[in-house]
């Protein structure tokens, strides 16, 4: 009785991809890119030496990224096809864009970065400018000013905002009101910082004459530019709950109040959150209305129903605009609140993924 032999398994071998087997290999688009860094550094840093100018970093990477996107679709077209070169294309022109984008946003961080570790210091944060001539002196006063301002403008904004946008998903249904509300909050989305400034210096001047400066006009200013945003991004994220729902909980009996409080606000929590934040991102910054309604002062001030408060943005603008001797010193302070408020703004981005991640309704069972 004979036996079949065992069949034998093929043994595993790696295949290498070639230019030639119709698709690139993945080091083919890097170094093309390196090469025509290096090609055009080259002739940049020749025509450079040969005409006595400095070397154009711009110009060399604007006609390296052209000359490799040039090559990055002629090759694939001859050995992928064209199909794939056009894919290659315009994935280099999303990634050089990208790119683009994100050179701006790089150099203002190191900038901002550089600069203000200079006086990143404990006397930044824990002093005033009140007496202080040339070097020393902090931004306390300001730091408070601006947590206070923005957040008495969120208290102000946020309700005011959410409320209208639940009325405008749930309750106006393309009603004449509602049209009517959808067109003055788009108004008000594009309104100039310095119109609301004066918005708030006038009314205030009305009721307490005029002249006044205090830190609840800055925060009715800010809140006049924060409303509208938190309104259409409120709105959006609203919208984007299924109304099956809110069809189901009408159907177990719940009535349409609990059913917002309980299930559509809930469903877009996360949204809500971000659009807020987008919100506070867009005032905190705010300079022309701060300067108009706040105004400045070198002391603490932590009453915002009384006196002038210093908040970060004008301390920013007093140190430049107006420095003594040494201007240095003027200068690094400006630079330390700059960081301050970046770092400011991303500690509520923070805090705001963490309240979204908390409230998020759960999704596993």
């Known amino acids: 009785m004979t036996t079949a032999p065992a069949p034998t398994r093929p043994s595993a071998t790696r295949t290498h991809v070639s230019l030639t087997s119709g698709h ?3 080091w083919a688009p890097w170094a093309l890119l390196v090469g025509s860094l290096a090609v055009f550094g080259a002739v940049f840093g020749v025509l450079s030496a040969a005409s006595g100018s400095e070397f154009s970093i711009a110009g060399w990477i604007v006609v390296s990224v ?3 996107l040039v090559l990055i679709y002629v090759v694939s077209r001859i050995v992928e096809g064209s199909r794939r070169a056009f894919d290659r294309l315009i994935t ?3 990634s050089s864009a990208f790119a683009i984008a994100m050179v701006p946003l790089v150099s203002v961080a190191w900038t901002v970065i550089s600069n203000g570790l200079a006086r990143f210091d404990g006397t930044f944060f824990s002093s005033s400018m009140r007496g202080v001539l040339g070097e020393g002196g902090g931004a306390v006063h300001a730091i408070w000013g601006t947590v206070l301002v923005t957040g008495a403008a969120a208290i102000i904004s946020i309700p005011i905002g959410l409320m209208t946008a639940i009325y405008l998903i749930e309750y106006g249904q393309n009603s004449r009101l509602a049209r009517a509300i959808t067109f003055l909050v788009d108004v008000m989305t594009g309104i100039p910082s310095i119109v609301a400034g004066l918005f708030a210096y006038a009314l205030f001047a009305l009721i307490f004459g005029p002249g006044v400066r205090m830190g609840l006009a800055g925060a009715i200013a800010l809140s006049v530019l924060m409303t509208p945003v938190v309104v259409r991004s409120s709105e959006e994220m609203l919208r984007l709950v299924p109304n099956e729902l809110r069809e189901a909980s009408y ?22 959150t971000t ?3 987008l919100a506070i991102a867009r005032v905190i910054g705010e300079t022309a209305p701060l300067l108009v309604t706040a105004g400045f002062t ?7 129903f009384d006196g002038r408060m210093q908040t970060l943005p004008v301390f920013i603008y007093s140190q430049y605009a107006y420095k003594g001797i040494p201007p240095e010193a003027y200068v690094e302070r400006a630079w330390a609140a700059a960081l301050t408020l970046i770092l400011i703004v991303m500690a509520l ?10 409230f998020a309704p759960k999704t596993g069972r």
């Open 349 to 358: 981005n923070l805090i705001a993924r963490l309240v979204a991640k908390l």
């Open 24 to 26: 690139l290999a993945r």
């Open 92 to 94: 280099g022109i999303v």
């Open 251 to 272: 159907a177990l009996g719940v009535p349409k109040w609990l059913t917002i409080a309980k299930v559509v606000l809930p469903t877009s929590i996360a949204g809500i």
């Open 275 to 277: 659009g807020v934040m």
């Open 66 to 68: 052209i000359a490799f």
């Open 298 to 304: 070198d002391a603490m001030n932590m009453n915002l």
